[in-house]
């Protein structure tokens, strides 16, 4: 019995925790193809985008796509991001996709800091608090 019980552990183990590492999809950075932008998305798009991805990416202009499928994956949400909003690539500084792009990723870098690796929030620390340096929208900047 105690056998049976060990066996049926080291299988659920097997299951719930190395098998998902062996799904997971190999980022080896770009230049990526179209179907490892699309396996890889799902980690990378947020949950509300995911439906419409698959229609979205085959009517995405082809200097979109480039763009894309050259980047890395974490500037991916970025890019698409910055597109919806309706900046041209090379319509000059005025509305400069690139600038876009950055700030948008480091919006999302200045967020993760407010929480710990096991998901508790931490908020800004009191030395951010006190230097209120702020974003155009009022977000506190703890750079």
């Known amino acids: 019995m105690l056998r049976l019980t060990a ?4 299988a659920a183990f097997t299951i719930f925790f190395a098998a998902p590492v062996a799904w997971a999809v190999a980022d080896n950075g770009p230049p990526y ?3 490892q932008f699309i396996a890889l998305s799902n980690e990378r798009i947020p949950e509300s985008f ?5 229609a979205w990416w085959a009517r995405a202009p082809e200097y979109l796509k480039r763009r894309i499928l050259t980047a890395p994956s974490y500037m991916w949400w970025p890019i698409i991001l910055c ?4 900046y041209n690539f090379g319509a000059g500084a005025a509305v400069d996709p690139e600038k ?3 700030d ?8 993760k800091s ?12 009191e030395e951010c608090r006190k230097r209120d340096k702020r974003t155009q929208w009022g977000e506190l900047i703890c750079d």
């Open 7 to 10: 066996l049926a552990l080291a």
């Open 33 to 35: 193809t179209n179907e």
């Open 50 to 54: 995911k439906k419409q991805l698959p």
């Open 83 to 86: 597109n919806y909003m309706g």
């Open 100 to 102: 876009c792009e950055q």
């Open 104 to 111: 948008a990723y480091k919006g999302t870098q200045r967020g």
């Open 114 to 125: 407010m929480w710990t690796s096991d998901g508790r929030w931490v908020g800004p620390s």
